[in-house]
């Protein structure tokens, strides 16, 4: 069984920044892709970024160029260092991970930017 923990979020101003982790537990496959999505109230969970076992990273575009995800293989942590903040970066952010075509998914924390 796989668990998923994510930490960090919080309330920011807009223009702020917050870092995100995620502590991966369990039976985890090596080569594996971790990602962060996010869903805002009233709409769908949308990816915000992913990186694979071996560093290569994916970015909506909403957020290329402002967030920055980062893992430590040997801690099994993932991070998402968030900067310069919008309000619509508001929504409750997902850790995810997947291998063989099994999907875990953690509970969420939530990001709130103040405008």
């Known amino acids: 069984q796989v668990q998923l923990v994510e930490s960090g979020g919080g309330l920011v101003q807009a223009g702020g920044s917050l870092r995100l982790s995620c502590a991966a537990s369990g039976s985890i496959f090596s080569f594996n892709t971790m990602g962060w999505y996010r869903q805002a109230p009233g709409k769908q969970r949308e990816l915000v970024a992913t990186?694979?076992?071996?560093?290569?990273?994916n970015y909506a575009d909403s957020v290329k160029g402002r967030f920055t995800v980062s893992r430590d293989n040997a801690k099994n942590m993932m991070y998402l260092q968030m900067n310069s903040l919008k309000p619509e970066d508001t929504a409750l952010y997902y850790c995810?991970?997947?291998?063989?075509?099994?999907?875990?998914w953690g509970q969420g924390t939530q990001v709130t930017v103040a405008s």
């Open positions: 990186i694979s076992s071996v560093g290569s990273t």
């Open positions: 995810y991970l997947t291998f063989f075509n099994n999907n875990y």
